[in-house]
């Protein structure tokens, strides 16, 4: 079985603050993707990766960056986090035409 | 860009069927995915249409119409841990592997 593995499952921060929210995954997939879910909104791609290295905006990338050094690891950065970006956080990584498999989520909450 | 609607939430009594539809307009269409989500949990993948017509899982069905933009997710013998929300999923052209999510459906299963 996949296993998509984030840091956190619940983090609280202050406004401000540089966020690191990591991501692992074990199954040698190219894909990692980041993804926050708001209620009414569904999930939302904030970045994506398709190899060590390589990133690519989705379609909510202002305020954040990532960063992808290994192929198994995809960490989403808050530079200077802010309320509106209290959220739950999913990451999810896919091998080809593979469904995407996610992890459990991350609920950030900026104080 | 992608528009993807559904229903916000539907009820149903135990051992019913519920139907769960999906409209969608896109600028380009690689398939597209139904995923199950529990509340405070991953999203988990459910099925997969690419083609026109019905796939059966089990309990589980689900149709696509391409030329309608139109899908449904057909539970049937409704159980209590049926209650979740259903994510529909459209996957672009591109070969990343990109989804563009609806906001959800959640259904309440009643004894």
């Known amino acids: 079985d996949v296993k998509v593995t984030q840091s956190s499952r619940y983090l609280v921060k202050r406004t401000g603050e540089k966020v690191f929210l990591e991501c692992v995954q074990d199954?040698?997939?190219?894909?990692m993707f980041w993804y926050r879910q708001d209620p009414g909104l569904g999930l939302r791609l904030i970045y994506f990766s398709y190899d060590v290295k390589m990133k690519e905006k989705g379609d909510i990338p202002e305020g954040y960056s990532v960063s992808r050094e290994k192929k198994e690891r995809f960490s989403l950065i808050l530079e200077s986090a802010s309320t509106n970006q209290t959220s739950m956080y999913l990451c999810?990584?896919?091998?080809?035409?593979?469904?995407?498999?996610f992890g459990d989520g991350t609920r950030l909450s900026i104080l | 860009g992608q528009n993807i609607d559904q229903p916000t939430e539907m009820t149903a009594t135990e051992g019913a069927i519920v139907q769960i539809n999906c409209t969608y307009q896109t600028s380009g269409f690689n398939g597209l995915f139904w995923y199950q989500q529990h509340a405070g949990e991953a999203p988990t993948f459910l099925s997969y249409?690419?083609?026109?017509g019905l796939e059966e899982k089990g309990r589980f069905s689900s149709f696509l119409s391409r030329s309608k933009g139109y899908s449904y997710l057909l539970l049937k013998e409704l159980q209590m841990k049926d209650s979740a929300s259903y994510l529909c999923?459209?996957?672009?052209?591109?070969?990343?592997?990109?989804?563009?999510f609806g906001a959800g459906t959640q259904v309440v299963v009643t004894p």
């Open positions: 249409n690419v083609l026109d």
């Open positions: 999810a990584s896919l091998d080809r035409d593979q469904p995407q498999h």
């Open positions: 199954m040698d997939h190219e894909n």
């Open positions: 999923a459209v996957k672009g052209p591109d070969s990343w592997g990109k989804l563009q």
